[in-house]
Protein backbone atom coordinates (compact mmCIF):
# COMPACT_ATOMS: atom_id res chain seq x y z
CA UNK A 1 0.00 0.00 0.00
CA UNK A 2 1.65 3.07 -1.33
CA UNK A 3 1.55 6.20 1.06
CA UNK A 4 0.90 8.58 -2.11
CA UNK A 5 -2.76 9.50 -2.78
CA UNK A 6 -4.38 9.32 -5.88
CA UNK A 7 -3.97 12.40 -8.31
CA UNK A 8 -5.51 15.28 -7.82
CA UNK A 9 -9.01 17.21 -8.61
CA UNK A 10 -8.96 19.71 -11.75
CA UNK A 11 -7.03 23.27 -9.84
CA UNK A 12 -9.48 25.55 -9.64
CA UNK A 13 -9.51 28.96 -11.41
CA UNK A 14 -7.92 31.44 -10.11
CA UNK A 15 -7.59 35.89 -10.21
CA UNK A 16 -7.49 38.59 -8.38
CA UNK A 17 -5.35 39.07 -4.96
CA UNK A 18 -5.21 35.42 -4.26
CA UNK A 19 -3.84 34.50 -7.62
CA UNK A 20 -0.77 35.55 -6.24
CA UNK A 21 -0.67 32.06 -4.22
CA UNK A 22 -1.53 30.36 -7.37
CA UNK A 23 1.51 28.49 -7.36
CA UNK A 24 0.83 26.67 -4.28
CA UNK A 25 -3.37 26.18 -4.38
CA UNK A 26 -2.53 23.86 -8.26
CA UNK A 27 -3.21 20.56 -6.55
CA UNK A 28 0.71 19.53 -6.70
CA UNK A 29 2.53 18.88 -3.77
CA UNK A 30 4.77 21.83 -2.76
CA UNK A 31 7.37 22.02 0.55
CA UNK A 32 7.55 24.38 3.10
CA UNK A 33 10.40 27.13 3.57
CA UNK A 34 13.89 26.15 3.35
CA UNK A 35 14.75 27.73 6.82
CA UNK A 36 11.87 25.49 7.93
CA UNK A 37 14.62 23.06 9.62
CA UNK A 38 16.40 25.93 10.92
CA UNK A 39 13.65 27.49 12.72
CA UNK A 40 11.93 24.28 13.95
CA UNK A 41 15.00 22.73 15.33
CA UNK A 42 17.95 24.49 14.75
CA UNK A 43 17.86 27.81 17.18
CA UNK A 44 16.91 24.77 19.93
CA UNK A 45 20.38 23.06 19.02
CA UNK A 46 22.01 26.79 19.31
CA UNK A 47 20.37 27.63 22.49
CA UNK A 48 21.74 23.75 23.98
CA UNK A 49 25.29 24.86 23.27
CA UNK A 50 25.07 28.28 24.54
CA UNK A 51 24.29 26.43 27.53
CA UNK A 52 27.09 24.24 27.35
CA UNK A 53 29.67 26.61 26.17
CA UNK A 54 28.54 29.16 29.27
CA UNK A 55 28.91 25.73 31.43
CA UNK A 56 32.55 25.06 30.27
CA UNK A 57 33.78 28.95 29.97
CA UNK A 58 36.15 28.37 33.03
CA UNK A 59 38.07 25.46 31.75
CA UNK A 60 38.17 26.90 28.27
CA UNK A 61 39.39 29.71 29.65
CA UNK A 62 41.95 28.22 31.37
CA UNK A 63 42.79 26.00 28.79
CA UNK A 64 43.81 29.17 26.49
CA UNK A 65 45.93 31.28 29.27
CA UNK A 66 46.81 29.00 32.08
CA UNK A 67 45.60 30.05 35.63
CA UNK A 68 43.44 32.35 33.97
CA UNK A 69 40.51 30.32 34.94
CA UNK A 70 40.42 29.53 38.47
CA UNK A 71 40.65 26.55 40.17
CA UNK A 72 39.65 23.42 38.17
CA UNK A 73 37.23 20.40 39.32
CA UNK A 74 38.60 16.93 39.41
CA UNK A 75 37.06 14.78 36.67
CA UNK A 76 36.33 17.73 34.37
CA UNK A 77 36.09 15.61 30.88
CA UNK A 78 36.54 18.55 28.21
CA UNK A 79 40.15 18.84 30.61
CA UNK A 80 40.05 15.10 30.03
CA UNK A 81 40.08 14.96 26.21
CA UNK A 82 42.74 17.84 26.61
CA UNK A 83 45.12 16.25 28.53
CA UNK A 84 45.19 12.74 26.52
CA UNK A 85 45.02 14.27 23.48
CA UNK A 86 41.86 13.46 21.96
CA UNK A 87 40.28 16.94 21.27
CA UNK A 88 40.90 15.96 17.57
CA UNK A 89 38.39 12.79 18.13
CA UNK A 90 36.36 14.57 19.74
CA UNK A 91 36.04 17.50 17.21
CA UNK A 92 35.51 14.65 14.38
CA UNK A 93 32.81 13.21 16.30
CA UNK A 94 30.63 16.92 17.12
CA UNK A 95 31.13 17.37 13.53
CA UNK A 96 30.06 13.78 12.41
CA UNK A 97 27.08 14.44 14.51
CA UNK A 98 26.43 17.69 13.10
CA UNK A 99 26.71 16.35 9.72
CA UNK A 100 24.06 13.50 10.54
CA UNK A 101 21.56 16.25 12.28
CA UNK A 102 21.81 18.58 9.20
CA UNK A 103 20.81 15.78 6.84
CA UNK A 104 18.26 14.58 9.16
CA UNK A 105 17.06 18.32 9.32
CA UNK A 106 17.12 18.13 5.42
CA UNK A 107 15.56 15.01 5.13
CA UNK A 108 12.31 16.10 7.38
CA UNK A 109 12.48 18.93 5.04
CA UNK A 110 12.03 17.25 1.62
CA UNK A 111 9.79 14.65 3.10
CA UNK A 112 7.31 17.44 4.86
CA UNK A 113 5.33 18.50 1.78
CA UNK A 114 1.49 20.32 0.89
CA UNK A 115 -0.83 20.48 -1.04
CA UNK A 116 -4.13 22.52 -1.80
CA UNK A 117 -6.86 21.24 -4.07
CA UNK A 118 -10.55 22.68 -4.28
CA UNK A 119 -11.37 20.27 -2.01
CA UNK A 120 -9.27 19.57 0.81
CA UNK A 121 -5.69 21.19 2.05
CA UNK A 122 -3.09 17.74 3.06
CA UNK A 123 -0.03 17.73 4.71
CA UNK A 124 2.21 14.58 5.27
CA UNK A 125 5.49 14.99 7.06
CA UNK A 126 7.61 12.59 8.67
CA UNK A 127 11.06 9.95 8.20
CA UNK A 128 10.49 7.11 9.55
CA UNK A 129 6.69 7.65 11.18
CA UNK A 130 4.46 9.07 8.52
CA UNK A 131 2.08 11.69 9.39
CA UNK A 132 -0.66 12.53 6.26
CA UNK A 133 -3.38 14.84 7.57
CA UNK A 134 -6.09 16.25 5.36
CA UNK A 135 -8.78 19.53 6.34
CA UNK A 136 -11.63 19.66 3.89
CA UNK A 137 -12.52 23.43 2.78
CA UNK A 138 -16.19 23.27 3.69
CA UNK A 139 -15.56 22.28 7.25
CA UNK A 140 -12.56 24.83 8.23
CA UNK A 141 -12.88 26.52 11.32
CA UNK A 142 -10.60 29.36 11.16
CA UNK A 143 -7.06 30.32 9.94
CA UNK A 144 -4.41 31.15 12.05
CA UNK A 145 -1.28 32.78 11.05
CA UNK A 146 1.51 32.90 14.11
CA UNK A 147 4.57 34.97 13.40
CA UNK A 148 6.65 34.60 16.38
CA UNK A 149 9.63 36.78 16.76
CA UNK A 150 12.33 34.90 15.18
CA UNK A 151 10.05 33.82 12.67
CA UNK A 152 9.19 37.45 11.82
CA UNK A 153 12.63 38.53 11.53
CA UNK A 154 13.61 35.94 9.22
CA UNK A 155 9.84 36.96 7.11
CA UNK A 156 8.60 33.50 7.97
CA UNK A 157 5.27 32.58 9.76
CA UNK A 158 3.20 29.73 10.59
CA UNK A 159 -0.09 28.97 9.10
CA UNK A 160 -2.52 27.02 11.16
CA UNK A 161 -6.18 25.73 9.57
CA UNK A 162 -8.44 24.68 12.22
CA UNK A 163 -10.46 21.83 12.30
CA UNK A 164 -13.51 20.52 14.66
CA UNK A 165 -12.05 18.00 16.94
CA UNK A 166 -9.28 17.63 19.57
CA UNK A 167 -5.84 17.82 18.01
CA UNK A 168 -7.41 18.07 14.43
CA UNK A 169 -5.34 21.46 13.37
CA UNK A 170 -3.60 21.05 10.39
CA UNK A 171 -0.13 23.24 10.66
CA UNK A 172 2.16 25.06 7.91
CA UNK A 173 5.34 25.72 9.92
CA UNK A 174 6.75 27.48 8.00
CA UNK A 175 6.05 29.58 4.80
CA UNK A 176 6.93 32.85 3.53
CA UNK A 177 5.32 35.58 5.37
CA UNK A 178 3.97 36.88 2.17
CA UNK A 179 2.93 33.32 0.78
CA UNK A 180 0.95 32.58 3.88
CA UNK A 181 -1.18 35.70 3.72
CA UNK A 182 -1.99 34.83 0.09
CA UNK A 183 -2.50 31.13 0.81
CA UNK A 184 -4.80 32.24 3.49
CA UNK A 185 -7.05 34.06 1.41
CA UNK A 186 -6.89 32.00 -1.60
CA UNK A 187 -8.10 29.33 0.72
CA UNK A 188 -11.13 31.35 1.89
CA UNK A 189 -11.65 31.56 -1.27
CA UNK A 190 -12.13 27.93 -2.17
CA UNK A 191 -13.93 27.30 0.78
CA UNK A 192 -16.33 30.37 0.59
CA UNK A 193 -17.49 28.45 -2.71
CA UNK A 194 -16.65 31.95 -4.50
CA UNK A 195 -16.43 31.49 -8.62
CA UNK A 196 -13.67 33.75 -8.63
CA UNK A 197 -11.98 36.34 -6.97
CA UNK A 198 -13.54 39.81 -7.47
CA UNK A 199 -10.82 42.65 -6.64
CA UNK A 200 -7.78 43.04 -8.71
CA UNK A 201 -4.20 42.01 -8.01
CA UNK A 202 -1.42 44.24 -7.16
CA UNK A 203 1.93 44.30 -8.32
CA UNK A 204 4.07 43.88 -5.70
CA UNK A 205 7.96 45.79 -5.59
CA UNK A 206 10.80 44.73 -4.06
CA UNK A 207 12.99 47.09 -2.52
CA UNK A 208 15.69 44.17 -1.80
CA UNK A 209 15.88 41.55 0.46
CA UNK A 210 17.02 43.12 3.51
CA UNK A 211 14.88 45.90 3.14
CA UNK A 212 11.65 43.86 2.64
CA UNK A 213 12.44 42.18 5.41
CA UNK A 214 12.35 45.09 7.73
CA UNK A 215 9.48 46.58 6.02
CA UNK A 216 7.32 43.33 6.59
CA UNK A 217 8.59 43.46 10.49
CA UNK A 218 7.58 47.42 11.00
CA UNK A 219 4.66 46.79 8.76
CA UNK A 220 1.45 47.08 11.31
CA UNK A 221 -0.68 43.95 12.43
CA UNK A 222 -3.64 44.94 10.24
CA UNK A 223 -3.40 46.60 6.76
CA UNK A 224 -7.50 47.46 6.08
CA UNK A 225 -6.80 47.91 2.61
CA UNK A 226 -5.01 44.16 2.14
CA UNK A 227 -8.14 42.41 4.00
CA UNK A 228 -11.22 44.49 2.87
CA UNK A 229 -11.90 45.27 5.99
CA UNK A 230 -15.16 47.71 5.91
CA UNK A 231 -15.47 47.75 9.99
CA UNK A 232 -12.65 47.63 12.85
CA UNK A 233 -12.95 47.48 16.88
CA UNK A 234 -9.41 48.38 18.69
CA UNK A 235 -8.98 47.68 22.01
CA UNK A 236 -7.44 50.75 23.90
CA UNK A 237 -3.69 49.62 25.22
CA UNK A 238 -5.04 51.87 28.84
CA UNK A 239 -8.68 50.39 28.94
CA UNK A 240 -6.58 46.88 28.71
CA UNK A 241 -4.47 47.18 31.40
CA UNK A 242 -6.91 48.79 33.68
CA UNK A 243 -9.30 45.41 33.01
CA UNK A 244 -6.15 43.60 34.07
CA UNK A 245 -5.31 45.33 37.04
CA UNK A 246 -9.62 45.02 38.04
CA UNK A 247 -9.64 41.53 38.17
CA UNK A 248 -9.76 38.01 40.07
CA UNK A 249 -6.12 37.74 39.94
CA UNK A 250 -5.31 40.73 41.25
CA UNK A 251 -7.70 40.18 43.99
CA UNK A 252 -5.55 36.97 44.74
CA UNK A 253 -2.12 38.44 44.49
CA UNK A 254 -3.44 41.20 46.76
CA UNK A 255 -4.67 38.28 49.96
CA UNK A 256 -1.45 36.74 49.09
CA UNK A 257 0.53 39.30 49.56
CA UNK A 258 -1.35 40.73 52.79
CA UNK A 259 -1.50 37.13 54.32
CA UNK A 260 2.76 36.90 53.64
CA UNK A 261 3.05 40.33 55.07
CA UNK A 262 0.80 39.33 58.36
CA UNK A 263 2.13 35.94 58.69
CA UNK A 264 5.53 37.47 59.46
CA UNK A 265 4.90 40.08 61.70
CA UNK A 266 2.65 37.87 64.01
CA UNK A 267 4.70 34.59 63.93
CA UNK A 268 8.07 35.94 62.56
CA UNK A 269 7.92 32.64 60.36
CA UNK A 270 8.74 32.45 56.60
CA UNK A 271 6.88 29.56 55.79
CA UNK A 272 3.89 31.45 53.84
CA UNK A 273 6.28 33.67 52.04
CA UNK A 274 7.95 30.17 51.09
CA UNK A 275 4.25 28.62 49.66
CA UNK A 276 2.55 31.69 48.11
CA UNK A 277 5.27 33.49 47.29
CA UNK A 278 6.24 31.12 43.88
CA UNK A 279 2.42 31.86 43.09
CA UNK A 280 2.60 35.59 43.11
CA UNK A 281 5.50 35.16 40.81
CA UNK A 282 3.44 33.10 38.28
CA UNK A 283 0.69 35.46 38.81
CA UNK A 284 2.49 38.18 37.70
CA UNK A 285 4.27 36.52 34.43
CA UNK A 286 0.66 35.62 33.61
CA UNK A 287 -0.23 39.59 33.50
CA UNK A 288 2.99 39.67 31.24
CA UNK A 289 2.12 37.20 28.75
CA UNK A 290 -1.32 38.41 28.85
CA UNK A 291 -0.44 42.39 28.04
CA UNK A 292 1.93 41.45 25.34
CA UNK A 293 -0.39 39.37 23.74
CA UNK A 294 -3.38 41.73 23.74
CA UNK A 295 -2.14 44.38 22.50
CA UNK A 296 -2.78 46.07 19.12
CA UNK A 297 -6.10 43.68 19.52
CA UNK A 298 -8.18 44.31 16.87
CA UNK A 299 -11.32 42.67 15.42
CA UNK A 300 -12.34 43.69 11.80
CA UNK A 301 -15.48 42.84 9.48
CA UNK A 302 -14.05 41.26 6.77
CA UNK A 303 -15.43 39.54 2.65
CA UNK A 304 -14.16 36.47 4.07
CA UNK A 305 -15.16 36.57 7.84
CA UNK A 306 -14.23 38.15 11.11
CA UNK A 307 -10.48 38.48 11.52
CA UNK A 308 -9.16 38.69 15.46
CA UNK A 309 -5.27 40.19 15.58
CA UNK A 310 -2.86 40.66 18.64
CA UNK A 311 0.44 41.58 19.75
CA UNK A 312 3.48 43.47 19.17
CA UNK A 313 6.78 41.72 19.36
CA UNK A 314 5.25 38.24 18.38
CA UNK A 315 1.84 38.83 16.22
CA UNK A 316 -0.95 36.12 15.65
CA UNK A 317 -4.26 36.78 13.42
CA UNK A 318 -6.67 34.64 13.01
CA UNK A 319 -9.53 34.65 10.64
CA UNK A 320 -13.41 32.74 11.06
CA UNK A 321 -15.15 32.17 8.08
CA UNK A 322 -18.78 32.81 8.88
CA UNK A 323 -20.81 30.39 10.85
CA UNK A 324 -18.25 29.08 12.51
CA UNK A 325 -19.59 30.65 15.60
CA UNK A 326 -21.72 28.25 18.15
CA UNK A 327 -22.61 30.81 20.71
CA UNK A 328 -22.06 34.26 22.09
CA UNK A 329 -21.43 35.74 25.57
CA UNK A 330 -21.44 38.87 26.73
CA UNK A 331 -20.39 39.00 30.14
CA UNK A 332 -19.28 41.74 32.99
CA UNK A 333 -17.22 40.98 36.27
CA UNK A 334 -17.98 42.99 38.91
CA UNK A 335 -15.08 45.57 39.54
CA UNK A 336 -15.79 46.31 35.63
CA UNK A 337 -19.44 47.72 36.80
CA UNK A 338 -18.58 51.14 37.54
CA UNK A 339 -16.44 51.75 34.40
CA UNK A 340 -19.33 50.11 32.34
CA UNK A 341 -16.93 47.77 30.74
CA UNK A 342 -17.76 44.17 28.88
CA UNK A 343 -15.91 41.00 27.12
CA UNK A 344 -17.22 39.19 24.37
CA UNK A 345 -16.67 35.16 24.30
CA UNK A 346 -17.11 32.82 22.03
CA UNK A 347 -18.12 28.77 21.62
CA UNK A 348 -16.12 27.56 18.33
CA UNK A 349 -15.97 23.74 17.03
CA UNK A 350 -12.63 23.04 17.49
CA UNK A 351 -10.01 23.11 20.51
CA UNK A 352 -6.42 24.82 19.88
CA UNK A 353 -5.54 24.21 23.26
CA UNK A 354 -4.97 20.22 22.15
CA UNK A 355 -3.75 21.22 18.67
CA UNK A 356 -0.65 22.47 17.51
CA UNK A 357 -1.31 26.20 18.49
CA UNK A 358 -1.63 26.52 22.41
CA UNK A 359 -3.02 29.88 22.32
CA UNK A 360 -6.54 29.75 23.98
CA UNK A 361 -7.24 33.94 23.79
CA UNK A 362 -7.63 33.07 20.06
CA UNK A 363 -9.97 30.16 20.33
CA UNK A 364 -12.28 31.88 22.73
CA UNK A 365 -11.88 35.75 23.30
CA UNK A 366 -13.22 38.06 20.86
CA UNK A 367 -13.23 41.30 22.96
CA UNK A 368 -11.27 41.58 25.85
CA UNK A 369 -13.07 44.61 27.03
CA UNK A 370 -14.90 47.33 25.17
CA UNK A 371 -17.52 50.12 26.82
CA UNK A 372 -21.30 48.95 25.21
CA UNK A 373 -20.43 50.78 22.12
CA UNK A 374 -17.35 48.26 21.18
CA UNK A 375 -19.82 45.42 22.43
CA UNK A 376 -22.01 46.52 19.61
CA UNK A 377 -19.69 47.24 16.51
CA UNK A 378 -18.46 43.56 17.29
CA UNK A 379 -21.51 42.38 17.67
CA UNK A 380 -22.21 43.96 14.31
CA UNK A 381 -19.42 42.10 12.63
CA UNK A 382 -20.19 38.76 14.45
CA UNK A 383 -24.09 38.56 14.10
CA UNK A 384 -24.71 38.86 10.84
CA UNK A 385 -23.42 35.30 9.20
CA UNK A 386 -25.17 33.57 12.24
CA UNK A 387 -28.66 34.97 12.31
CA UNK A 388 -28.93 37.16 9.69
CA UNK A 389 -29.35 34.06 7.07
CA UNK A 390 -32.09 32.35 8.97
CA UNK A 391 -33.70 35.76 8.71
CA UNK A 392 -33.24 37.26 5.40
CA UNK A 393 -32.08 33.75 3.33
CA UNK A 394 -29.40 32.12 2.38
CA UNK A 395 -28.93 33.97 -0.73
CA UNK A 396 -28.98 37.48 0.36
CA UNK A 397 -26.37 40.39 0.19
CA UNK A 398 -24.19 40.93 3.04
CA UNK A 399 -25.96 44.36 3.37
CA UNK A 400 -29.23 42.72 3.91
CA UNK A 401 -27.40 40.05 6.15
CA UNK A 402 -26.98 43.20 8.63
CA UNK A 403 -30.61 44.49 8.56
CA UNK A 404 -31.56 40.94 9.02
CA UNK A 405 -29.20 40.83 12.10
CA UNK A 406 -30.39 44.70 13.17
CA UNK A 407 -33.21 43.12 15.51
CA UNK A 408 -30.80 40.60 17.42
CA UNK A 409 -28.01 43.24 18.00
CA UNK A 410 -30.46 46.05 19.18
CA UNK A 411 -31.87 43.22 22.03
CA UNK A 412 -28.73 42.57 23.11
CA UNK A 413 -27.57 45.89 23.16
CA UNK A 414 -30.47 46.91 25.16
CA UNK A 415 -30.57 43.98 27.65
CA UNK A 416 -27.40 44.03 29.18
CA UNK A 417 -28.54 45.91 32.32
CA UNK A 418 -32.28 44.81 32.31
CA UNK A 419 -34.07 42.82 34.53
CA UNK A 420 -37.71 41.21 34.75
CA UNK A 421 -39.82 41.27 32.45
CA UNK A 422 -38.12 44.83 30.46
CA UNK A 423 -37.38 43.79 26.57
CA UNK A 424 -39.67 40.88 26.47
CA UNK A 425 -37.71 38.61 28.26
CA UNK A 426 -39.54 35.51 30.61
CA UNK A 427 -37.85 35.54 33.80
CA UNK A 428 -37.92 33.29 37.08
CA UNK A 429 -41.27 33.92 39.31
CA UNK A 430 -40.69 34.57 43.14
CA UNK A 431 -40.90 30.86 44.10
CA UNK A 432 -37.24 30.96 42.01
CA UNK A 433 -35.76 33.34 44.43
CA UNK A 434 -35.53 30.34 46.72
CA UNK A 435 -32.57 28.95 44.05
CA UNK A 436 -31.87 32.49 42.77
CA UNK A 437 -31.83 34.65 45.54
CA UNK A 438 -30.10 37.90 43.74
CA UNK A 439 -30.57 37.11 40.27
CA UNK A 440 -34.04 36.13 39.75
CA UNK A 441 -35.87 39.07 38.06
CA UNK A 442 -32.36 39.12 35.55
CA UNK A 443 -32.70 35.70 35.16
CA UNK A 444 -34.53 34.77 31.50
CA UNK A 445 -35.04 34.61 27.86
CA UNK A 446 -36.25 35.64 24.76
CA UNK A 447 -36.25 34.75 20.96
CA UNK A 448 -35.53 37.13 18.29
CA UNK A 449 -35.10 35.83 14.58
CA UNK A 450 -32.35 33.71 13.95
CA UNK A 451 -31.56 33.47 17.59
CA UNK A 452 -32.52 32.31 21.81
CA UNK A 453 -31.49 35.07 23.78
CA UNK A 454 -30.21 33.86 27.52
CA UNK A 455 -30.22 37.11 30.40
CA UNK A 456 -28.11 35.54 33.45
CA UNK A 457 -26.68 36.99 36.58
CA UNK A 458 -27.12 39.89 38.85
CA UNK A 459 -23.43 39.88 40.91
CA UNK A 460 -21.54 39.08 37.41
CA UNK A 461 -23.77 40.21 34.02
CA UNK A 462 -23.72 38.02 30.94
CA UNK A 463 -25.95 37.65 28.03
CA UNK A 464 -25.66 34.70 25.90
CA UNK A 465 -26.97 34.79 22.46
CA UNK A 466 -26.92 31.15 20.44
CA UNK A 467 -27.69 31.05 16.91
CA UNK A 468 -30.71 28.61 16.24
CA UNK A 469 -28.33 27.13 13.35
CA UNK A 470 -26.00 26.20 15.43
CA UNK A 471 -27.69 24.64 18.55
CA UNK A 472 -26.66 20.46 18.69
CA UNK A 473 -29.87 19.80 21.37
CA UNK A 474 -31.64 21.11 24.07
CA UNK A 475 -32.22 19.52 27.71
CA UNK A 476 -34.49 20.27 30.06
CA UNK A 477 -34.25 19.00 33.61
CA UNK A 478 -35.74 19.17 36.97
CA UNK A 479 -34.15 17.88 40.58
CA UNK A 480 -35.91 17.19 43.55
CA UNK A 481 -35.68 20.84 44.71
CA UNK A 482 -37.19 21.92 41.33
CA UNK A 483 -39.72 19.96 41.25
CA UNK A 484 -41.00 20.54 44.56
CA UNK A 485 -40.99 24.55 43.58
CA UNK A 486 -42.34 23.43 40.39
CA UNK A 487 -38.94 25.39 38.56
CA UNK A 488 -36.67 23.75 35.50
CA UNK A 489 -33.69 24.28 34.10
CA UNK A 490 -32.82 24.50 30.00
CA UNK A 491 -29.47 23.41 28.75
CA UNK A 492 -29.25 24.70 24.99
CA UNK A 493 -26.51 22.51 24.01
CA UNK A 494 -23.84 24.03 21.63
CA UNK A 495 -20.16 22.73 20.67
CA UNK A 496 -17.87 22.79 24.26
CA UNK A 497 -16.36 25.56 24.87
CA UNK A 498 -16.51 28.60 27.73
CA UNK A 499 -19.58 29.66 27.10
CA UNK A 500 -22.44 27.74 28.62
CA UNK A 501 -25.88 28.42 27.55
CA UNK A 502 -27.88 27.59 30.55
CA UNK A 503 -30.66 28.73 32.16
CA UNK A 504 -32.14 27.36 35.63
CA UNK A 505 -34.70 28.18 38.33
CA UNK A 506 -37.47 29.39 35.24
CA UNK A 507 -41.34 28.26 35.79
CA UNK A 508 -41.81 24.44 34.19
CA UNK A 509 -44.35 25.33 31.92
CA UNK A 510 -41.76 28.16 30.48
CA UNK A 511 -39.18 25.80 30.40
CA UNK A 512 -41.09 23.60 28.84
CA UNK A 513 -41.99 26.28 26.29
CA UNK A 514 -38.07 27.21 25.60
CA UNK A 515 -37.99 23.46 25.09
CA UNK A 516 -39.97 22.79 22.18
CA UNK A 517 -39.81 26.28 20.82
CA UNK A 518 -35.63 26.27 20.16
CA UNK A 519 -36.30 22.97 19.02
CA UNK A 520 -38.80 23.93 16.54
CA UNK A 521 -36.95 26.61 15.36
CA UNK A 522 -33.63 25.57 14.87
CA UNK A 523 -34.61 23.19 12.49
CA UNK A 524 -36.09 26.18 10.37
CA UNK A 525 -33.26 27.81 10.83
CA UNK A 526 -30.79 24.93 9.87
CA UNK A 527 -32.86 24.07 6.93
CA UNK A 528 -32.06 27.90 5.36
CA UNK A 529 -28.23 27.84 6.90
CA UNK A 530 -25.36 27.87 3.63
CA UNK A 531 -22.55 29.02 5.70
CA UNK A 532 -20.47 26.20 4.75
CA UNK A 533 -20.48 28.16 1.29
CA UNK A 534 -21.10 31.42 2.32
CA UNK A 535 -19.71 33.14 -1.05
CA UNK A 536 -21.43 30.46 -3.70
CA UNK A 537 -23.64 31.16 -6.06
CA UNK A 538 -27.23 32.04 -4.89
CA UNK A 539 -28.88 29.19 -7.14
CA UNK A 540 -26.78 27.09 -5.37
CA UNK A 541 -28.02 27.86 -2.00
CA UNK A 542 -31.65 27.15 -2.76
CA UNK A 543 -30.63 24.03 -4.56
CA UNK A 544 -29.37 22.53 -1.37
CA UNK A 545 -32.51 24.31 0.31
CA UNK A 546 -35.41 22.44 -1.68
CA UNK A 547 -33.22 18.75 -0.73
CA UNK A 548 -33.25 19.51 2.78
CA UNK A 549 -36.22 21.38 3.73
CA UNK A 550 -38.92 18.93 4.81
CA UNK A 551 -42.34 19.25 2.99
CA UNK A 552 -43.46 21.02 5.91
CA UNK A 553 -41.13 23.24 7.53
CA UNK A 554 -41.25 26.95 7.40
CA UNK A 555 -38.48 29.23 6.80
CA UNK A 556 -38.17 31.36 9.62
CA UNK A 557 -38.25 34.99 7.49
CA UNK A 558 -39.94 38.37 8.89
CA UNK A 559 -43.36 39.02 8.60
CA UNK A 560 -43.15 41.79 6.36
CA UNK A 561 -40.99 39.80 4.12
CA UNK A 562 -43.22 37.19 3.51
CA UNK A 563 -46.62 38.56 3.45
CA UNK A 564 -48.75 35.47 2.54
CA UNK A 565 -46.62 33.27 5.30
CA UNK A 566 -48.71 31.46 7.52
CA UNK A 567 -46.78 30.82 10.63
CA UNK A 568 -46.62 26.77 12.26
CA UNK A 569 -49.58 26.24 14.30
CA UNK A 570 -47.88 26.87 18.18
CA UNK A 571 -48.10 23.79 20.83
CA UNK A 572 -49.36 25.88 23.74
CA UNK A 573 -47.62 24.72 26.42
CA UNK A 574 -48.28 21.91 28.72
CA UNK A 575 -47.67 21.34 32.52
CA UNK A 576 -44.30 19.23 33.12
CA UNK A 577 -45.73 16.23 34.32
CA UNK A 578 -48.78 16.08 31.69
CA UNK A 579 -48.10 14.34 28.06
CA UNK A 580 -47.23 16.40 25.25
CA UNK A 581 -49.81 16.14 22.55
CA UNK A 582 -49.60 14.83 19.02
CA UNK A 583 -47.68 16.80 16.93
CA UNK A 584 -45.80 18.32 19.57
CA UNK A 585 -42.01 19.25 19.07
CA UNK A 586 -40.27 16.87 20.88
Known amino acids: ?151 RIFGTAR ?119 PAVIGAGGYYVRKFSKSLQYTIADTRDGIRIGFGLVSTTNETLPPGRIHAVSVAQPLMWRPFGWWDVRINRATNAGNGASNNQQVSSIVLPVGDAADVRQVLEIILPSLVGSAVVGPSASKDLLREGSAEAVSVVDDSLTTSGDQGGFRYSPRRGRWLRPLSARRNGYRFVQGAVLLRLGAVWRSLVVVPLPRVQSVKVSQGPVERLLRLASVHVQTVQGPVTASVGALDARDAQELWSETAHRAIEAAATDTSHRWRSASGAGHDGLEARVAPDAHPAVPQAAAPGHVAPPVVPPVGWSDVPPTGAVR
Not at 24 to 30: A, M, P, Q, V
Not at 50 to 71: E, H, K, W, Y
Not at 79 to 90: D, F, I, L, N, T
Request: proline share 7%.
Open 1 to 151: MTFRPGPPPPAPPRSGNAAAAAPLTDGEWHRLHPLTPLLRGGIFLIVVLGIVLNNLRDTLFDMIIPGGGGPSEEGDPVRYVYEHGAVGWVLLGIAGFLIVLIGLFYLSWRMHEFRVTGEIVEVRSGVLFRNHRKARLDRIQGINITRPLVP
Open 159 to 277: LEIAQAGNDANVQLAYLGARAADDLRQRILVLASGAQDDETEAGERHSNGRVQDRVNEFLSPELDPSAVHATRIVKVKPGRLIASMVLSGTTVFILLAVAAIIVSIAITGQYFLLVSLF
